[in-house]
């Protein structure tokens, strides 16, 4: 496994001659878009392309990124804020994420990263270690674990929430956020204990997979994401207007981090070749315990 630096803002990492991710740690997008690094593009050991980029209903959905939609009034997603009684309001309110320095870039696939977190009016409000290693290569299969800690750098409490708790129902959107290509519409969704389907919005799974198939190249791809084991989110998961996964930091009730605390979250995606049924996900995670 080789991981090498493209140019001055992004990281590929290779493995058997495929470039499974480039990660853009100093992204070039407006404002609005809400600035902060991304995975993309995210690729299978097949060469098949996972993630979506800034697509035209979303703009600022890039890829596989770590982001908070509502955040003691701050919007460090990107696009409109949920107004209650009102809907999405463009606001002065769009934060950005830094990247300050890698502490470790290591041969085995493991980078760690710190960040710091800036509102739109520039104050300080959030320090991060990022780590994202790539392992369990296998014949049709690998893995990307995303760890993140976050400490709150203000003399106040942090408040996550998300447009269901600012009023919006099924839009529990806020944290580690995948957008996956055009072609995934209408995909297949299964999760952990038998459940599966887009019911599973709002609802807890120790994990879920999403199968998608792509244009041109007749073949399919399977994600499974795995939640922390200890923070236990409710699902954000859409195949249709798009496909959309994400493991919510706080889907329908807020929470707070006190000044000087530290959320720690640690999540696993898997990326596979192939149409992968219950069977075959149920071992997997059998075999892969998280």
Known sequence: MRIEHIDDHTLAVRERGVELLQYVYRPSMPPFEGPKPYLHPVRTL????????????????KGVQMTVSHLSGENFWGGGSYVRDQ??????????????????????GHVA???????QAGEHWADERRDLTVRDVEDDSWALE?????????????????????GRPAAGYSGLFWRGPRAFTDGEILAADGQGGPDLMGRPARWL???????????????????????????????????AVNPSLAFAEEFALSPGDTLRVRYRIVVADGAWDRERLDAYAKDHPW
């Open 46 to 61: 097949a060469g098949d392309v996972v993630t979506a980029y800034r697509p035209h209903d979303h703009r600022w959905h």
């Open 209 to 243: 997979a999403y199968v998608g198939r792509h244009d041109e190249v007749d073949r399919a791809s399977t994600l499974v994401f795995f939640d922390d084991p200890e923070y236990g989110s409710d699902w954000f998961v859409r195949n249709t207007p798009f496909s």
């Open 113 to 119: 990263e710190r960040l710091t977190w800036h509102t």
């Open 146 to 166: 995303f760890a993140t800690a976050l400490t709150n750098a203000r003399d106040r409490a942090l408040v996550f929430g998300s447009p269901t708790t600012n």
């Open 87 to 108: 809907g999405y309001v463009d606001l002065p309110n769009i934060g950005v994420m830094r990247h300050e320095e890698f502490t470790e870039v290591g041969d085995g």
